[in-house]
């Protein structure tokens, strides 16, 4: 039985047309972000999909102690709160630790927990207990069948609204691989599957004091994480990517944006028989 969860007014499945979870790495500042909020709008809208505004006031894992993290909690929030108004679309936000759930929960239609911080017990719990729909992020160092146990830890707070993403594994030093069985075996949990197209292409920390990447890959992972029916596809987007101020490497720009997601829409109406 595949679960729909409502996020929004928007209704995500496995089972349902694919929706889209898109936005910068971190707010690099207001203007910067509500202008790339209404341009991805303007992108996105045109493929009558769900589209989700994503979005971080803290990298709290960033691999230099100097690089920048964003504006913090409450600069970040109330930047969210106007994109919100601006652009009427829900966010989802990261959450790093406990205390922050019950504040990012008051502007977030949809808590994230960070891949390296998804056996959090004490984290998982407070962003279960805010009632908010919560998109828990496979770690890299984690076996999707694990993927259960950090379910049953939200579910414990007698929150059933979750979503999974998968974002790549571990391959030896600074790379990862995107084993696809993974997308199957948790669809078999029943919530909906989200698959994260730019942070599978990382190269963790391959710049020395940051992570490298490439983006033309992520489209081609995504091609194939979608035709097997999945419920969404979240990637980051910059409209100057060699200038992001985290993980530019493997952002989109709005060209290969467009491009992706048309193909995506299309695919994702073949395998699921949409008419």
């Known amino acids: 039985m595949q679960k729909t969860i409502t996020v929004g007014t928007y209704k995500i499945s496995n089972t349902r047309p694919i929706a889209f979870m898109a936005g910068p790495c971190v707010i690099e500042g207001e203007k910067h972000y509500l202008e790339t909020a209404s341009q991805l709008k303007n992108i996105l809208s045109r493929t009558h999909h769900p589209f989700i505004l994503k ?144 942070h599978s292409v990382q190269k963790p920390g391959a710049l020395g004091s940051a992570t490298g990447g490439n983006r033309k890959l992520a489209p081609v992972l995504a091609k194939a994480a979608v035709s097997l029916g999945i419920a969404g596809v979240f990637f980051e987007a910059h409209p100057h990517p060699e200038k992001a101020l985290s993980d530019g490497p493997n952002s989109l720009d709005f060209e290969l944006t467009t491009k992706m997601v048309r193909e995506l829409c299309a695919i994702d109406t073949v395998v699921k028989k949409f008419k």
Not at 123 to 142: E, H, M, R, Y
Not at 157 to 169: A, H
């Open 55 to 198: 979005a971080s006031f803290d990298k709290a894992n960033r691999t230099s102690v100097e690089a920048y993290r964003g504006p913090g909690l409450c600069k970040g929030l109330e930047i969210l709160t106007k994109a919100k108004e601006k652009t009427h679309l829900p966010v989802v936000v990261d959450v790093h630790e406990p205390w922050q759930a019950e504040e990012a929960a008051q502007v977030a239609d949809v808590l994230q927990i960070p891949a390296f911080l998804c056996r959090q017990t004490d984290l998982l719990l407070a962003c279960a207990d805010t009632g908010k729909v919560i998109n828990v992020k496979k770690g890299q160092f984690l076996a999707p069948q694990a993927m259960e146990q950090v379910i049953k830890k939200i579910e414990s707070r007698g929150n059933y609204k979750i979503l999974l993403t998968e974002r790549g594994s571990c391959f030896g030093y600074g790379d990862l691989v995107v084993d696809m069985r993974s997308l199957e075996i948790m669809k078999q949990f029943g919530y909906p599957v989200i698959f994260d197209a730019t």
